[in-house]
T-cell receptor
Framework: DADVTQTPRNRITKTGKRIMLECSQTKGHDRMYWYRQDPGLGLRLIYY???????NKGEISDGYSVSRQAQAKFSLSLESAIPNQTALYFC?????????????FGPGTRLTVL | DQQVKQNSPSLSVQEGRISILNCDYTNSMFDYFLWYKKYPAEGPTFLIS?????DKNEDGRFTVFLNKSAKHLSLHIVPSQPGDSAVYFC????????????FGQGTILTVHP
């Protein structure tokens, strides 16, 4: 089984709808991240959480919210989806006990907002 | 302000030859650098990393070089194989990053048989 899973893998929705993307991990890591990938822009950080009670905005948090339901679960919500939120979304985890900052990614969710 | 830049959107190489992917950074506080590889429909996977106390790190066919004075790193793949065709992202972190990574835009590598 994959260490970091994301659901759904693909989603098509309409402008104005509320969408939730979910991430679960079995790696036992305390840190979790949400990124979006757009062509030519690389991976940009939306939100990150260093533990259940510690949630922080990344560089592009406007229009998004998150919830850390447990150490293993981190969900991303689009309260009112708009077309420019069409992108690939990735969840990642890391372990604060590691000396390095290596992050481990889920398989991604392709979101299309019509 | 793009702190990590990969200025080549794509690179095409013949199988068996060397692939060189480049990455520049502007933040002098960065002290740890990583390369990730991403296949279509999959998430990025960690490939190789280097600390600023080194100028070279090697893992099989993959070598990363770091030039701190130029704020430049490169990934060498020798020999290149068709299975290396993917998007490659460089990323960086430092003492002020608190575990966060800053990614470049990515370079699409195509290795032709």
């Amino acid at each position: 089984d994959a260490d970091v899973t994301q659901t759904p893998r693909n989603r098509i929705t309409k402008t104005g709808k509320r969408i939730m993307l979910e991430c679960s991990q079995t790696k036992g890591h305390d840190r979790m991240y949400w990124y979006r990938q757009d062509p030519g822009l690389g991976l940009r950080l939306i939100y990150y959480s260093f533990d259940v009670k510690d949630i922080n905005k990344g560089e592009i948090s406007d229009g998004y919210s998150v919830s850390r339901q447990a150490q293993a679960k981190f969900s991303l919500s689009l309260e009112s989806a708009i077309p420019n939120q069409t992108a690939l979304y990735f969840c990642a985890t890391s372990d604060r006990r590691e000396i390095t900052d290596t992050q481990y990614f889920g398989p991604g969710t392709r979101l299309t907002v019509l | 302000d793009q702190q990590v830049k990969q200025n080549s959107p794509s690179l095409s190489v013949q199988e068996g030859r060397i692939s060189i992917l480049n990455c520049d950074y502007t933040n002098s506080m960065f002290d740890y650098f990583l390369w990730y590889k991403k296949y279509p429909a999959e998430g990025p996977t960690f490939l190789i990393s280097i600390s600023s106390i080194k100028d070279k790190n090697e893992d099989g066919r993959f070598t990363v070089f770091l030039n701190k004075s130029a704020k430049h790193l490169s990934l060498h793949i020798v020999p290149s194989q068709p299975g290396d065709s993917a998007v490659y992202f460089c990323a960086a972190s430092g003492p002020g990053s608190y575990g966060k990574l800053t990614f470049g835009q990515g370079t699409i590598l195509t290795v032709h048989p």
